[in-house]
């Protein structure tokens, strides 16, 4: 089974807002470094968002800072992605993927490049759309 499964997805109207999950196989997530990426019809994967592996902070690509928020749920060993004042152009699938880096009080920086994180999920559509 897949160790990471997100859902959430959907269409929404631009200016809209969307929650995406993402369920682990029971990883202890601050050993880990999590991202969503998103990918889009004929353009490259792109980092959208990050958190350092332990107590450590998040990352956000420019395009989304400011309206998408990422957080993770230890506990429940779930990830979200909250999306607020969506626009068209944030259509598309939707991953998350993490990469094991074991814990520290000094965080690593998670990573804004794909091939670092070993494990990822099916992805989730979200529309954008009138």
């Known amino acids: 089974q897949l160790a990471l499964v997100e859902s959430g997805g959907g269409l929404v109207q631009p200016g809209g807002s969307l929650r995406l999950s993402c369920a682990t196989a029971?990883?202890?997530?601050?050993?880990?470094?999590i991202a969503w990426f998103r990918q889009s019809p004929g353009k490259e994967r792109q980092w959208i968002a990050c958190i350092n592996n332990g107590p450590g902070g998040s990352n956000y690509a420019d395009s989304v800072k400011g309206r998408f928020t990422m957080s993770k749920d230890n506990a429940k060993k779930t990830i979200y992605l909250d999306m607020e004042n969506l626009k068209p152009e944030d259509s598309a699938v939707y991953y998350c993927?993490?990469?094991?880096?074991?814990?520290?009080?000094?965080?690593?920086?998670?990573?804004?490049?794909?091939?670092?994180?070993?494990?990822w999920g099916q992805g989730t559509q979200v529309t954008v759309s009138s």
């Open positions: 993927a993490v990469e094991y880096l074991g814990f520290s009080l000094v965080p690593k920086i998670c990573s804004i490049f794909a091939g670092p994180y070993t494990t």
């Open positions: 029971g990883l202890t997530l601050d050993y880990y470094g």
